[in-house]
């Protein structure tokens, strides 16, 4: 009999549509499943067959990881970065939406061959990104600050499906420098923006320029790492 189940959490919920579990993290009714929503992402589906459902949303954080590993009878641990989800006697790569059985088996997983191949890509990409990184100098930090007519326009409005295109054709640009900027949490994304130019000038490349830039674009390039 496995703790964490479809009839756990109704009876958690005593008839209600949501309650709260965890810090940010909810209980949610739904007609033929019951989620556990971290944050926006339902990162647990308990379904009303009896199987546990595993969804990351993109989000490969510690956080994601504890609470699939707090609210399933999945033993949820990482290793190089890649997430391995332990269920009944075998431990399986994990895959966004993969399937907990309660007869132990699990679908919707990757093959070993498929993961290795999965590790090669992400290799290469991060072997890309680091050349990208590594390749803008003091003058481009100055030329792309000043210049940011030809920025790209999906940049512009945050969206990150541009990105492995910007490393291959090795587009750097000053709104990229301001979205990782922002997106590594400075309060004043401008004024880390002026201290980056200010160090160029001084012939520099600032940290918090590359390690933002890293961060930032990391999580978009690989697939099913850990990203925080």
């Known amino acids: 009999m496995f703790t964490y189940s479809w009839f756990w959490a109704d009876t958690r919920l005593k008839g209600r549509d949501s309650i709260v579990v965890a810090n940010n993290t909810r209980l949610i009714r739904h007609d033929d499943y019951i989620?556990?929503?971290?944050?926006?992402?339902?990162?647990?589906?308990?379904h009303r067959d009896g199987t546990v459902s595993l969804h990351s949303g993109g989000w490969r954080t510690?956080?994601?990881?504890?609470?699939?590993?707090?609210?399933?009878?999945?033993?949820?641990?990482?290793?190089?970065?890649?997430w391995f989800v332990r269920w009944g006697s075998e431990e399986h790569p994990f895959a966004d939406g993969m399937v907990l059985h309660p007869d132990g088996s699990v679908s919707g997983t990757m093959t070993p061959t498929e993961l290795d191949e999965r590790r090669a890509e992400n290799a290469a990409a991060t072997r890309a990104l680091t050349r990208f990184i590594k390749g803008i100098t003091p003058e481009r930090i100055i030329t792309a600050f000043d210049n940011t007519g030809g920025d790209c326009l999906l940049c512009r409005?945050?969206?990150?499906?541009?990105?492995?295109?910007?490393v291959?054709?090795?587009?750097?640009?000053?709104?990229?420098?301001?979205?990782?900027?922002?997106?590594?949490?400075?309060?004043?994304?401008?004024?880390?923006?002026a201290m980056i130019r200010n160090s160029a000038e001084r012939g520099t490349v600032d940290r918090m320029l590359t390690d933002s830039l890293r961060r930032y674009m990391k999580p978009h390039m690989v697939q099913g790492v850990a990203t925080r």
């Open 168 to 193: 291959e054709e090795d587009y750097f640009h000053a709104t990229l420098a301001y979205q990782a900027i922002a997106a590594k949490g400075y309060p004043n994304p401008s004024l880390i923006m």
């Open 157 to 166: 409005f945050g969206d990150t499906s541009c990105l492995a295109l910007h």
């Open 35 to 46: 989620g556990l929503r971290l944050h926006a992402t339902e990162v647990v589906k308990y």
């Open 62 to 82: 510690a956080t994601t990881k504890e609470r699939m590993h707090r609210f399933t009878d999945a033993w949820v641990s990482q290793i190089k970065g890649e």
